[in-house]
């Protein structure tokens, strides 16, 4: 058919916010077929109230056209420097092969996280009756697969010369210390998609993704890692996206209804908390694992948590928002926290996808500088004998399987809040059967919703009832080795991806591939 | 409310119930002052075992690389059970004195407070 010709002239350019408009809440419709409330049937259950939808502010205003554009020209510049990286052996240029675990612990820990959050944002994206915030929930999903892709395709190249990398999806859902990652998100994912968008946009991703990101990032610049700094850099301008985006949900929410209110506290308190039992394993990377150190733990927590935190719930204060319960403890334990952690993975080296070692003598030293009132009295000791027993041919480690937190799932290592040499024990008992935690923390969380945590898949107890090994194995033959079979099971290289590092089979390619020696003076 | 769920009277599966263990239950296991081995213990056991054999056999088998190990005197030894301090009866089984599925034994060793008193 032709077109007819009018004389007019072309219309003009609609404004940056007409077309915003017209490209996200003039995409969606009233349904009349079937009633709203059983298209979006997940919105109303967690007793959030929402008026007025079109009161969703996107920050960005950024709709799907702009949005292929920027991230299509983000990846094009990011696959260049790769491909420059690996070209010239640039996996050779960090410090040592120690900052090599930093990479498995991210890989396995990390990357998947973002891809259990491209999963929830787009199951989000389907479950508000909001076009806008649908629509920003589908870009946050996006950007979480690509983080996802960027990170494996970055650290691949790592996982051509070194070894614990190959397999980080089949270990992230079995292995025991990944299920700390693993069902901090499940936890997330199985609530509403209100009580999810608060936990990971709001309380992980405003709250304490510098505590994530900025460690990993500066790390890898400090230790001569080009590559992993440049994913970094890929995704720096997704997250200070995603920053905003949560702290508009929250916001959006808070001034809504007032019954929003005390459901929101709640979440805070509880997703602060899960945040910050995740956020262990980063202390122990940032104080034992980087060769080059970036900032201690706890100068880390100071600065991104006590000072910049504090500042930000000050200004939640007019919504009747207060700091999140127990902020007060994970400050008490800023001093202790890294070397508990450490310390644990030093005795499940064997089970570990990763290297674990004792510190050098002139890292004790930063380490007792870093942390004067506890280092030395506390924690030298230890790693003192460890030393000298591995001199002697006998490297410490822990035969036994740990008791576990119900909730966080971390094995029992954190101390009383007012007393770091006594372990900190909290239990209830709940339809005649009784649970464990670490701390108050966790055991609120419990009892708030007693029903899902039951259901627990706790790595430890898993392994006790026989399910952790590989189907058809016999655990009634002659000579069968459960912790043996348990590490086939994970899809580890046993003897190769965990263990002591000195003269691990990394440590060793390490010297004779550089010519330098395993731990850089 | 137990659970915010989509249906009322939504219920979890008791993922630990103690008949999943194969004929034991679970005990944790935690030294009070000796926290080289970093966290609790968590072992299966038979309910019927002996509080004795646990002195005897179980909980030395469990730290053998503490130097502290060899030099516990068991006739000082203090013991909790959720933290309350009993006396349990070496003779009796561990569900005779109390201590059932997923119960938490500590105990304290006089005298002994870790590598160079560090609690390590």
Redesign the interface.
């Known amino acids: 058919m032709n077109m007819p010709i009018t004389p007019q002239k072309p219309a003009k350019k609609l404004s940056l916010k007409d077309n915003y408009n017209l490209l996200t809440r003039g995409l969606g419709w009233e349904t009349s077929y079937q009633d709203m409330d059983k298209v979006f049937?997940?919105d109303k259950?967690?007793?959030i109230k929402i008026h007025d939808w079109d009161k969703w502010e996107d920050p960005f205003r950024l709709t799907m056209d702009a949005y292929w554009k920027y991230q299509g020209e983000k990846e094009k510049k990011l696959y260049a420097i790769v491909d420059a990286f690996q070209q010239n052996n640039g996996q050779f240029n960090v410090t040592d092969a120690r900052y090599i675990n930093t990479l498995k612990l991210f890989l396995t820990g990390v990357s998947p996280l973002e891809y259990q959050a491209h999963r929830g944002f787009a199951m989000v994206g389907r479950n508000f009756r909001g076009t806008s915030a649908r629509i920003a929930a589908q870009m946050q999903a996006i950007d979480e697969l690509r983080h996802a892709q960027t990170q494996a395709h970055t650290i691949s190249h790592y996982n051509k010369f070194f070894s614990g990398l190959h397999d980080p999806t089949h270990m992230f859902d079995r292995v025991w210390y990944l299920s700390v990652p693993k069902s901090y998100f499940e936890d997330a994912m199985s609530?509403?998609p209100f009580?999810f968008i608060t936990a990971i946009s709001f309380s992980f991703e405003y709250v304490l993704t510098n505590l994530l990101f900025m460690p990993f990032m500066s790390g890898a610049a400090y230790n001569g890692d080009m590559a992993t700094v440049t994913f970094g850099f890929s995704a720096q301008s997704d997250e200070s996206r995603h920053m905003t985006l949560g702290l508009e949900v929250v916001k959006f929410i808070l001034e809504q209804d007032p019954d929003n209110v005390p459901i929101v506290q709640k979440w805070l308190d509880k997703w602060f908390w899960r945040g910050y039992r995740l956020l262990t394993l980063v202390s122990m990377m940032m104080d034992y694992m980087l060769p080059k150190k970036v900032m201690s733990w706890a100068e880390a927590w100071e600065m991104y948590f006590e000072q910049n935190g504090g500042a930000l719930f000050n200004d939640l204060a007019r919504y009747g928002i207060r700091m999140p319960k127990y902020h007060e403890v994970a400050s008490k334990e800023k001093h202790r926290l890294s070397h508990?952690a450490w310390?644990?993975f030093y005795?499940f080296s064997h089970a570990a996808a990763f290297h674990t070692w004792v510190p050098e003598e002139s890292e004790m030293k930063w380490l007792a500088e870093k942390y004067p009132t506890t280092f030395d009295?506390?924690?030298?000791?230890?790693f003192e004998?460890w030393r000298e027993?591995q001199q002697k041919g006998?490297r410490?480690s822990?035969?036994?399987?740990?008791?576990?937190c119900q909730v966080c799932q971390v094995?029992?290592?954190f101390?009383e809040p007012d007393d770091p040499?006594?372990?900190c024990?909290r239990?209830t008992t709940y339809?005649d059967?009784?649970?464990?935690f670490c701390s108050d923390g966790c055991k609120d969380i419990f009892g708030n919703?007693?029903?899902?945590?039951?259901?627990?898949?706790?790595p430890?107890?898993q392994i006790?009832?026989?399910n952790c090994f590989r189907p058809g194995t016999d655990p009634t033959a002659p000579g069968f080795e459960p912790l043996a079979e348990v590490l086939q099971y994970y899809g580890f290289h046993v003897g190769e991806d965990g263990g002591e590092y000195l003269g691990s089979l990394d440590a060793r390619n390490w010297t004779q591939w550089t010519g330098k020696p395993a731990v850089a003076e | 409310m137990s659970v915010i769920a989509l249906k009322p009277g939504y219920t979890g599966e008791m993922k630990d119930r103690v008949e999943n263990f194969h004929g034991k239950q679970l005990l944790y296991i935690g030294w009070e002052d000796h926290l080289m081995y970093c966290a609790p213990m968590c072992i299966p056991i038979e309910g019927s075992t002996p509080f004795g054999a646990l002195i005897q056999s179980v909980i030395p088998s469990l730290y053998p690389a503490h130097p502290d190990t060899a030099k516990i005197d068991w006739n000082t030894v203090e013991w909790f059970r959720s933290g309350e301090r009993f006396t349990p009866d070496p003779q009796q089984t561990l569900i005779a004195n109390g201590l059932g599925h997923k119960a938490n034994l500590r105990f304290r060793t006089p005298g002994l407070t870790g590598l160079k008193g560090s609690c390590s």
């Open positions: 049937a997940q259950f967690e007793g609530a509403g009580e508990e310390a644990t005795n009295s506390l924690y030298r000791p230890r004998h027993q006998e410490f822990n035969g036994t399987l740990p008791m576990l094995p029992m290592f101390t040499t006594k372990i024990f239990e339809r059967e009784k649970f464990h919703e007693p029903e899902k945590y039951v259901q627990a898949w706790l430890v107890h006790y009832q026989g």
